[in-house]
Nanobody, 128 residues
Framework: QVQLVESGGGLVQAGDSLRLSCAVS????????LGWFRQAQGKEREFVAV?????????YYRDSVKGRFTISRDNAKRTVYLQMNSLKPEDTAVYYC????????????????????WGQGTQVTVSS
C-alpha cells in the first residue's frame, strides 16, 4: 500500500513563497516518478511538475510555473517537495502529489491518468 501525505499549503500574498512537501510510504520510493498537480475550483486537475527516478532527477514543468516553481526529491526522507516562489493569484488551487513506479529512470509523466497513487491534497491560496 502506497500512501502520500501532503503538507505546507496555506494563505499567502502575491509574490510570497511556499514549500509543499509530500511524504510517501512504501518500500520502493526511489523507483517512483513523482508529480505535482493542482485543481482550482471549478476547473479540471492540471499538471504542474514532475521529477523522474534518475540520479540526476530529470524535471519538467508546465509553462506557467517555469522559473518560479522547483520540484525536488529526497530519497532518504522519502519526500518530494515543490518550492513555489513569486506566487500569483492564479496559482490558487488544491495541490496534489502523485506517484507511480517508473522502470525507465529518465521517464517522466505529465498526465494524471498515468499516476495510480495520490495524496489528499493541500490548499494553496494566493491573495492579490
Amino acid at each position: 500500500q502506497v500512501q502520500l501525505v501532503e503538507s505546507g499549503g496555506g494563505l499567502v500574498q502575491a509574490g510570497d513563497s511556499l514549500r509543499l512537501s509530500c511524504a510517501v510510504s512504501g518500500r520502493t520510493f526511489s523507483s517512483y516518478a513523482l508529480g505535482w498537480f493542482r485543481q482550482a475550483q471549478g476547473k479540471e486537475r492540471e499538471f504542474v511538475a514532475v521529477i523522474s527516478t534518475s540520479a540526476i532527477g530529470i524535471t519538467y514543468y508546465r509553462d506557467s510555473v517555469k522559473g518560479r516553481f522547483t520540484i525536488s526529491r529526497d530519497n532518504a526522507k522519502r519526500t518530494v517537495y515543490l518550492q513555489m516562489n513569486s506566487l500569483k493569484p492564479e496559482d490558487t488551487a488544491v495541490y496534489y502529489c502523485a506517484a507511480r513506479l517508473s522502470p525507465i529512470s529518465a521517464a517522466y509523466y505529465v498526465s494524471s491518468g498515468q499516476y495510480p497513487y495520490w495524496g489528499q491534497g493541500t490548499q494553496v491560496t494566493v491573495s492579490s
